[in-house]
């Protein structure tokens, strides 16, 4: 007899709802993990010769995946990222990539001039640049399971409507943003014109009430819109003291994924998998053994040199971690 999916999908625990057919969300549940990378992880390609998808593709053939979280930046023109706080210079990871937070305080005279270079890429680009840069991705058999816009506070309306387009050109129906809850309540409309679900990110900082940091803000972001999900980075939260277990828990039907890496606790930098604070393989055997149909996307933020070759040894760690988990037996 043959199941069909949405009744496959009713029989899990804890009732998952059916918001999982969505493309945004992960393929029903199996011994299979659902691995890919945050192209974020790549920036150390973008100064580097080349085009930057072939370079991409290629990376993920080497890592082993066939999923990404496309990394607004990893499209742009390569120039417009040369004053970003998280560039690879000299093939250096940065102080912002190492502790892997933005820096505060006013931003440099560089970076707000290309800001304005970014808005200006942003509006002119043809969407059917963003349809073929999907379809080059689907060709080389690698999903774009999120688009990763930057969506600040300085973003005009047009430039946020812009976004959900392109999401919606490169072939999927998920945004994820590293955000704030002023620009997130400003974008409910957007994601529920355009029928794109939005995935909040946060990242670690804890005296900015504006951020997304704690437990309550998420929650304060959730409840803004019934197009709101979470994408929720393990690395950050542990850092920033709290519960990660406990929260995958509570909120594992809104999650439409989950970024992996490795900080140290107390606000501690980056390490590789294994050497910091965060419970890598403690969520990976939550997410096994309760069959949670979640993507799991590899974030390098350390500094341990060539971008390939740290994700490698980051699915390697996870893929023993993963072989340990018992599978929940619909």
């Known amino acids: ?34 691995f890919g990378v945050q192209t974020y992880s790549f920036r150390d390609m973008l100064p580097t010769e080349g085009d930057m998808i072939d370079k991409m593709i290629v990376g993920c053939r080497e890592i082993g995946v066939d999923m990404i979280e496309l990394f607004e930046p990893t499209i742009e023109p390569p120039a417009l990222s040369s004053s970003a706080p998280w560039a690879v210079k000299t093939g250096k990871i940065t102080q912002a990539s190492l502790y892997g937070r933005p820096p505060e305080g006013p931003k440099p005279e560089a970076e707000l001039r290309n800001r304005e270079d970014i808005r200006k890429w942003r509006m002119e680009t ?3 640049q963003f349809v073929e840069i999907g379809h080059r991705f689907r060709s080389a058999g690698i999903t774009v399971q999120a688009f990763n816009f930057g969506l600040k506070d300085d973003c005009t309306d047009a430039e946020v409507d812009k976004g959900f387009m392109v999401a919606k050109a490169l072939g999927t129906d998920l945004m994820t943003a590293s955000t704030t809850l002023t620009m997130a309540k400003r974008t409910v409309p957007f994601a529920a014109r355009h029928g794109i679900y939005l995935g909040l990110h946060g990242h670690s900082n804890l005296h900015d009430a504006n951020q ?20 929720f980075d393990i690395g950050h939260f542990a850092a920033a003291g709290f519960d990660t277990l406990a929260f995958l828990e509570k909120h594992k ?3 439409v994924s989950v970024h992996f890496k490795d900080r140290k606790k ?18 990976l055997r939550y997410i096994r053994s309760n069959c949670l149909p979640i993507p799991m996307m590899l974030e390098y ?16 760690y996870c893929h023993e971690a993963w072989a340990q988990a018992p599978l929940h037996t619909l």
């Open 266 to 283: 107390n606000l501690g930098p980056n390490e590789p998998f294994g050497q910091g604070d965060t419970p890598i393989a403690d969520v």
């Open 301 to 316: 933020e350390y500094d341990g040199g060539s971008s390939v070759k740290a994700l490698r040894e980051m699915l390697q």
């Open 212 to 231: 997304f940091a704690t437990p309550e803000s998420f929650d304060e972001g959730l409840a803004m819109s019934p197009w709101y999900r979470l994408n």
């Open 1 to 34: 007899m043959t199941i069909a999916r949405r009744d496959l999908l009713s029989g899990m625990a804890m009732a998952v709802p059916a918001l999982y057919a969505s493309k945004a969300f992960g393929r029903p549940c199996s011994a299979q993990a659902q």
């Open 126 to 128: 043809p969407l059917a």
């Open 253 to 255: 039907s809104k999650i």
